[in-house]
């Protein structure tokens, strides 16, 4: 992660972290109220070229009990999967990251295909 000029998250990038939050929760997700994630402001972003970013500013660091708070897989828009992770703690959503095993860098996928990562094989169905 490289850090940028900081800039408030992208409508694209809240209604998939809302959407991952909602339905890809882990024993550790936090209640994050909808202001919580539109107020974040991007900080950093992933030099590979994908849509990761981070919700922290240079200098702050992430909360010691930070922990995995959503697991997702979603469709990009030319239906490959794109699996969704999110890290932070409550009060505290620290970074966003989208990764898949193709060339070049995971883009944000369609909110509403996002699923829970171990039902993966679902989306794929649903791409069909
Ligand atoms: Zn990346």
Not at 48 to 53: H, R, T, Y
Not at 90 to 114: D, K, M, N, S
Request: one cysteine or more; a negative charge.
């Amino acid at each position: 992660m490289s850090y940028i000029t900081p800039r408030p998250i992208s409508g694209a990038e809240l209604e998939v972290l809302q959407t991952v939050l909602l339905r890809a929760v882990t024993p550790h997700t936090p209640q994050v109220t909808p202001d919580e994630l539109k107020s974040l402001v991007v900080y950093s972003k992933c030099d590979c070229g994908c849509a990761s970013v981070g919700f922290l500013p240079e200098g702050t660091k992430a909360n010691e009990n930070t922990k995995l708070i959503a697991d997702g897989l979603g469709l990009s828009p030319d239906n490959k999967q794109v699996g969704i992770i999110v890290y932070g703690s409550p009060g505290q959503v620290v970074e966003v990251e989208f990764h898949w095993p193709y060339e070049g860098g995971a883009p944000l996928p369609r909110p509403e295909t996002i699923v829970p990562w171990e039902r993966g094989t679902e989306v794929t169905e649903v791409a069909k």
